[in-house]
């Protein structure tokens, strides 16, 4: 099993639709992540989170919110899709005490009509 | 204010051939360096990373890195391309001791030709 999961994987939504992806992983990191990949803009951090009880807005988190339910699950929601909400979302760990790197899930595709 | 360049938003080269991927970093601290590939419908996977010490850096796949402090720059080589060497790479720096913030690279897609 990966040690980063992501569900959905593939996801097509409707304007305005409420879309929830999760994040989970069995890596026993404190610190989660979640980004944003477009074509030609690389990745672009969203949210992240140092512990459950810490959550701090990244670069482009408008339209954007998340929810840390346990050290293990991170999960971002858009409350009310629209169409430039249309991307691969990843969400990927890392822990305080290593070396800073990131592990990656395998990405959830949504694509907004 | 931390930023990552890439200049080269696609690169072709022959299988067999020399590779050199280049990376411009912005960064007010000491950076902490990493190269990230990316297979068609994969997540990124760490290549290397540079924390400290010798600025050539070994990776997985055969891939290096130097790390040159005078030019801001971090680029990824390989002697010899393999034709699994197709992806898209990232190139990232991170501020391990000011809270694990990462900033990425827009990529550069490598195809290579047999």
């Known amino acids: 099993d990966a040690d980063v999961t992501q569900t959905p994987r593939n996801r097509i939504t409707k304007t305005g639709k409420r879309i929830m992806l999760e994040c989970s992983q069995t890596?026993?990191?404190?610190?989660m992540y979640w980004y944003r990949q477009d074509p030609g803009l690389g990745l672009r951090l969203i949210y992240y989170?140092?512990?459950?009880?810490?959550?701090n807005k990244g670069e482009i988190s408008d339209g954007y919110s998340v929810s840390r339910q346990a050290q293990a699950k991170f999960s971002l929601s858009l409350e009310s899709a629209i169409p430039n909400q249309t991307a691969l979302y990843f969400c990927?760990?890392?822990?305080?005490?290593?070396?800073?790197?990131?592990?990656f899930g395998e990405g959830s595709r949504l694509t907004v009509l | 204010a931390q930023s990552v360049t890439q200049p080269d938003i696609h690169i072709t080269v022959s299988e067999g051939a020399s590779l050199e991927l280049r990376c411009n970093y912005s960064y007010g601290a000491t950076p902490y360096l990493f190269w990230y590939v990316q297979s068609p419908g994969q997540g990124l996977q760490l290549l290397l990373k540079y924390f400290s010490g010798d600025t050539l850096v070994q990776g997985i796949k055969g891939f290096e890195a130097e790390f040159k402090r005078s030019q801001s720059s971090f680029n990824l080589r390989k002697p010899s391309v393999h034709w699994s060497d197709a992806a898209e790479y990232f190139c990232?720096?991170?501020?391990?001791?000011?809270?694990?913030?990462?900033?990425f690279g827009t990529g550069t897609s490598l195809t290579v030709i047999p």
């Open positions: 890596k026993g990191h404190d610190r």
């Open positions: 989170s140092f512990d459950v009880k810490d959550i």
């Open positions: 990232a720096v991170g501020a391990h001791l000011t809270g694990n913030q990462f900033y």
């Open positions: 990927a760990t890392t822990s305080g005490r290593n070396t800073g790197e990131l592990f």
